[in-house]
């Protein structure tokens, strides 16, 4: 069931005011949601996925990829759409490529909205979204639900990807601080996937993080570490994206232990988070949360500030 989210009513507190409705944007009708500083966009009949962020009257950060598609054999072909969509790791094309082209149940949540999906039938599980934007910043908090509602038990690990326009520098942070009293332990780890090149003209290594240019004309890269610092961070048009997510240490991490990961094409780059390995029973459910900020120029924070001028 999909609920009319124009009935919504404006929540206002002070000077600030947040507000949803029905907007179709890119070709597919959509739900709106505003505050004074910034817009999002979050897919009805298809996905979910938001489609759209834009920081007052600027361009649309994300990438918008209506005709995209990963081929899968013996099944519907999966759209990525662009913008950002949960799936769950590991990566495979029987269990990340499921479609999701059917109508969502959308209920209106204070200050956001609720989104659930279908259940993936070959898998069981099922996936659902609780995005609320803050009343007074350019900032919303996506909670990503993962549900077994299958009859067996399932292993997996929350992965949220965002897709954004190219042109701009993204950074994964590192880790500066010594393990141990006397610095003879690592410190750092960088994870690198088959096809990326190590000297390739887009990937930057520095003391204080990894930077990919997304200017790509041919190829692909992508890197990842291990991320207890918990921010990862993409510069287009002088605006800062930021994707927040907790790290916990003591716990299991797909992809070599890479909780926060860059992927990088010509047509759009990505960011991604990973959550911890879980296996749930039927009728579990695991949670992964992201913070979404956005700063424009002039107004970055200076620990990230700080780390976008090394490169």
Request: proline share 7%.
């Amino acid at each position: 069931m999909t609920v009319n989210i124009s009935s919504m009513r404006t929540l206002t507190q002070g000077d600030f005011m947040i507000e949803s409705a029905d907007a179709p944007f890119e070709g597919l009708e959509c739900v709106q949601l505003k505050n004074d500083l910034i817009t999002i966009w979050l897919t009805k009949d298809v996905g979910p996925r938001i489609l759209g962020l834009k920081y007052k009257d600027g361009e649309n950060l994300l990438a918008v990829l209506p005709d995209l598609k990963i081929p899968v054999e013996d099944a519907d072909d999966y759209s990525l759409r662009g913008g950002h969509r949960l799936w769950y790791a590991p990566e495979k094309p029987e269990t990340s490529y499921i479609a999701d082209d059917q109508p969502l149940e959308i209920s209106p949540l204070n200050n956001g909205i609720n989104l659930i999906q279908n259940v993936d039938k070959p898998t069981g599980i099922q996936k659902s979204w609780q995005v609320t934007m803050a009343e007074n910043g350019a900032q919303l908090t996506i909670v990503h639900k993962l549900t077994n509602r299958g009859d067996k038990e399932f292993e997996l690990a929350p992965w949220a990807i965002t897709q954004l326009r190219p042109g701009g520098t993204a950074v994964l942070p590192l880790q500066i601080e010594q393990d141990d009293e006397h610095g003879l332990l690592p410190n750092r780890q960088i994870v690198f996937w088959p096809y990326t090149e190590l000297n390739s003209p887009h990937l930057f290594l520095g003391d204080k993080g990894v930077a990919v240019k997304a200017d790509f004309s041919e190829g692909a890269l992508k890197v990842g570490v291990p991320n207890p610092i918990g921010w990862l961070a993409y510069e287009l048009d002088g605006f800062l994206f930021i994707k927040r997510a907790d790290y916990q240490a003591d716990s299991r991490y797909l992809d070599r232990g890479a909780s926060s990961q860059i992927y990088c094409s010509g047509d759009f780059i990505e960011l991604e988070t990973l959550g911890p390995v879980v296996k749930l029973a039927p009728g579990e459910f695991v949670e992964h949360q992201e913070i979404w900020q956005v700063f424009p120029e002039d107004d970055w924070p200076l620990e990230i500030k700080g780390i976008f001028q090394n490169f």
